[in-house]
């Protein structure tokens, strides 16, 4: 089985369809098998140039190298930089690459000639309509395909005698915007022409427009010209005279010349597809087999409803998305979504940094700096596997970027597509033959909401954590450690009453500090911090784990210890006597760090959580003035 790399840009979302129809055409018409990898990013989509950057990191991911042959779609990536980076991996490979409609010095080209079908353009419209002046409308300049089609243009004009005048070549985009820009220019300019040459059907649309809103009539007035056949194209008014060729087909060579370099035959740097000149009533000529614009009408209504479908679907994908508490479930319901729409296996895999955030009710503490903004990590987390595979660690250290598959004598696309915050790297989708996204064009769509609902799951969890860690700094004080009066009614209550209900014991403990205001008024209050600090540091070491323990007041606890029994809170009170006895002889303080011990079991649910801690309180005042007077017994000169 051959494997075979295609990085791809989703500029036009009908495009990516046409390469797989021209990929799945050969396969079956050809005794190859060939699985086709497809590193696809929608980097043309978005202004947000962090956007693109996440987009576009896909590239980063396969070892072009472990490929059989490179597939590369690159003539509509208007970012210089990232072209030149994916040329230069590609390169580096030391594997047959094939570019599509760009040529790409020391790589093989399937394209269509743009000179020829530009030159034969111009030459029409000069010898058959008698044109003098043309103007040219291009695209982004930095597109070869534009810069060939320019070539044609100028150098036709030459051949003709005709001279060429660079204030009437203008442009900025494929877009209509740039046609209509264009006319208004060349309007206030005076250089309104015999004719427009556009360079594709956008802009030849946006020239029609612009000239009949302008009060000028098409083709009275003007000829027009654009590139592509589109369907807008031949179902416009005027239709408009233009260019066409079969995307599948340039694909469709690019196997072909795999195949042959693959069984070792001889073969040219180059294939050209066809192109078919379309001539039609915006440069005065007649349709040879003019398209029927009511089956035209028909189809745009069955795609709108095709469209109105897939738009609820996509709510409908959105809505159960957003109720996802895990990325495992997110990706769950995504597979579900996409396996009742046609397409085949689905495998997420993530940043381990990023995925640990499923589980982060048991951090310590959020995480920093868990993004990449280039490239992946080595070890990837499989958060959800295709084919049944159970989840697991993937390493990228090795050429493979995906769980096994199974092994299938048919051959299979595998479209790896980034999933990331703006330029923040998560992780990566595989989507096995999801023909169907491909040919309603809801690949975009489908991508961006799962991207969104990833972001706002993380936003979800990030929150979660952070209310808690404020819940918990909400119930909690501040110098001990310890739980601080809110807690009565947050946690020392419910654990009673889940006790009292239960009718088992619920132990109460009520300790205060002892002569804290002669250490304040001696020492000063940082001491008397300490003191309390230092009793709240012997409470936190002997009660349970399951307790709760309070800072009730300035120098007072309560400890709310479920199914504790008289014996074990008569032997937690004097743990805690031992260990202040042991603080307060090892600290070398200029005072004793003592308190005073009251406890009650609690046993009968008639009486409150608050009546059992008064109880308590009454016995460590007892038990205070037991202790005072022992002390004046022992040392009658005491301060103390």
């Known amino acids: 089985m051959k494997k075979i790399a295609f990085i791809t840009d989703g500029w036009e979302r009908y495009v990516t369809y046409a390469w797989i129809q021209g990929y799945r055409r050969y396969m079956a018409e050809h005794p190859l098998t060939a699985d086709l990898y497809v590193f696809h990013s929608f980097g043309n989509f978005s202004k947000d140039q962090n956007f693109n950057t996440g987009e576009y990191n896909i590239i980063q991911l396969p070892d072009l190298s472990a490929f059989d042959g490179i597939i590369l779609d690159l003539a509509n990536i208007l970012n210089v930089s990232i072209k030149e980076k994916i040329t230069e991996l590609a390169a580096k490979a030391s594997v047959p690459v094939v570019s599509l409609m760009e040529k790409i010095p020391g790589m093989y080209f399937s394209g269509i000639d743009n000179q020829n079908a530009v030159r034969t353009l111009v030459e029409h419209l000069i010898t058959k309509h008698h044109c003098r002046t043309i103007n040219y409308i291009h695209g982004p300049e930095s597109s070869y395909e534009d810069q060939q089609r320019f070539l044609a243009y100028r150098d036709t004009l030459l051949s003709y005698k005709i001279p060429f005048e660079p204030e009437r070549v203008t442009g900025q985009n494929y877009e209509i915007e740039?046609?209509?820009?264009?006319?208004?220019?060349?309007?206030?300019?005076?250089?309104?022409?015999?004719?427009?040459?556009?360079?594709?059907?956008?802009?030849?649309?946006?020239?029609?427009?612009?000239?009949?809103?302008?009060?000028?009539?098409?083709?009275?007035?003007?000829?027009?010209?654009?590139?592509?056949?589109?369907?807008?194209?031949?179902?416009?008014?005027?239709?408009?005279?233009?260019?066409?060729?079969?995307?599948?087909?340039?694909?469709?060579?690019?196997?072909?010349?795999?195949h042959d370099i693959w069984d070792n035959k001889d073969v040219s740097d180059h294939i050209y597809s066809p192109v078919t000149h379309v001539f039609q009533e915006s440069c005065r000529c007649t349709p040879a087999n003019p398209a029927d614009r009511g089956q035209y009408v028909a189809n745009s209504i069955m795609s709108e409803v095709h469209q109105n479908d897939m738009q609820n679907w996509m709510m409908e994908l959105d809505r159960y998305l957003l109720d996802c508490t895990s990325f495992t479930e997110l990706a769950e319901h995504l597979h579900t979504w996409l396996s009742t729409h046609g397409c085949g296996n689905l495998s997420l895999l993530m940043n381990p940094d990023i995925f640990l955030l499923e589980k982060i009710d048991a951090?310590?503490?959020?995480?920093?700096?868990?993004?990449?903004?280039?490239?992946?990590?080595?070890?990837?987390?499989?958060?959800?596997?295709?084919?049944?595979?159970?989840?697991?660690?993937?390493?990228?250290?090795?050429?493979?970027?995906?769980?096994?598959?199974?092994?299938?004598?048919?051959?299979?696309?595998?479209?790896?597509?980034?999933?990331?915050?703006?330029?923040?790297?998560?992780?990566?989708?595989?989507?096995?033959?999801?023909?169907?996204?491909?040919?309603?064009?809801?690949?975009?769509?489908?991508?961006?909401?799962?991207?969104?609902?990833?972001?706002?799951?993380?936003?979800?969890?990030?929150?979660?954590?952070?209310?808690?860690?404020?819940?918990?700094?909400?119930?909690?004080?501040?110098?001990?450690?310890?739980?601080?009066?809110?807690?009565?009614?947050?946690?020392?209550?419910?654990?009673?009453?889940?006790?009292?209900?239960?009718?088992?014991?619920?132990?109460?403990?009520?300790?205060?500090?002892?002569?804290?205001?002669?250490?304040?008024?001696?020492?000063?209050?940082?001491?008397?911090?300490?003191?309390?600090?230092?009793?709240?540091?012997?409470?936190?070491?002997?009660?349970?784990?399951?307790?709760?323990?309070?800072?009730?007041?300035?120098?007072e606890f309560v400890c709310v210890i479920p199914d504790y029994a008289q014996t074990q809170m008569q032997k937690l009170k004097q743990n805690l006597l031992d260990s202040l006895a042991v603080l307060s002889r090892n600290s070398r303080m200029a005072f004793p760090i003592e308190a005073s011990i009251g406890f009650v079991v609690a046993d009968d649910s008639v009486f409150s959580l608050n009546d059992y801690i008064n109880l308590a309180d009454e016995k460590m005042y007892t038990d205070k003035k037991n202790r005072k007077a022992g002390r004046e017994d022992s040392h009658p000169a005491s301060v103390l």
């Open 178 to 258: 740039t046609g209509i820009h264009a006319f208004y220019e060349f309007r206030d300019k005076d250089l309104l022409p015999d004719a427009f040459v556009c360079a594709n059907d956008n802009i030849a649309v946006g020239v029609c427009l612009a000239a009949e809103e302008s009060g000028y009539k098409i083709p009275d007035d003007f000829l027009i010209t654009g590139f592509d056949n589109e369907n807008k194209a031949s179902f416009f008014k005027p239709r408009i005279t233009t260019v066409g060729f079969s995307k599948a087909e340039v694909m469709y060579n690019a196997l072909k010349l795999f």
């Open 363 to 555: 951090l310590a503490e959020i995480p920093d700096d868990l993004y990449l903004d280039f490239g992946y990590p080595k070890q990837m987390t499989v958060v959800y596997p295709c084919s049944g595979n159970e989840a697991g660690e993937l390493d990228l250290s090795t050429w493979k970027l995906l769980p096994e598959v199974s092994e299938s004598d048919i051959p299979n696309v595998y479209f790896f597509v980034p999933v990331h915050f703006r330029e923040r790297e998560i992780g990566y989708l595989v989507l096995e033959n999801c023909d169907y996204l491909l040919t309603h064009q809801f690949l975009f769509e489908t991508l961006n909401t799962f991207r969104t609902s990833i972001e706002a799951l993380y936003g979800k969890l990030i929150l979660r954590k952070k209310n808690r860690q404020l819940s918990q700094l909400y119930i909690h004080d501040s110098l001990t450690g310890l739980y601080n009066r809110m807690a009565y009614e947050k946690l020392a209550l419910p654990v009673f009453n889940q006790y009292m209900k239960s009718k088992k014991p619920v132990g109460i403990m009520f300790i205060d500090a002892d002569h804290l205001k002669y250490i304040n008024d001696t020492f000063g209050h940082d001491m008397g911090n300490l003191a309390i600090s230092s009793i709240a540091a012997v409470i936190r070491q002997h009660c349970p784990d399951n307790s709760v323990s309070m800072r009730y007041g300035g120098d």
